[in-house]
């Protein structure tokens, strides 16, 4: 049991353990953001539900989302990004805000236009028709993609691949 421990030790505070740990935070990562793509414009869902799905406590699925300040934000921002971009690729009319703020889950109309203004720095009004500024979320395939890339042009001098197997040596 001693020479486990030691070993998990070492492995944890060795650079192949550090990047292996990275690597599943950030597939954990990945995958929750994809359950939230995929409800992000149906009701009855939020924290206690991704909890429930991932097995994972409140503070650890916060714990994910600390650049956005936590998934509660990720998801508003996500529901705003589709809200502005129903707004922006279809022409104006009359209640078309309220329309948009009702489909993507904001309270009101007044809600979704401040919310709009603030983070995109024009009305809602205004992006109609336009090409809107705001970035599309990445593809997770993108995603993936850049962090292989990323992994792949750094080699670690301390490890080698070994063949096809992956097996790191």
Known sequence: AQVFAALVADLALSPEGRRASQALVQGRRLSIESFIDERVGGAGWGVREICAA???S??????????????ARFIRMRRLACAARALATQPATRGQVSAVAERWGFSD??????????????????????????????????ILAGWFRQISEKPNAETSVHGSTGRVR
């Open 58 to 71: 409140r503070a650890s699925l916060y714990r994910h989302f600390p650049e956005e300040g936590g998934v």
């Open 54 to 56: 991932f097995d994972i």
């Open 109 to 142: 109309a007044g809600h979704l236009h401040r919310l709009i203004k603030r983070n995109f720095g024009e009305p809602p009004s205004t992006l109609a028709g336009s090409q809107l500024r705001a970035a599309r979320p990445a593809t997770h395939a993108q």
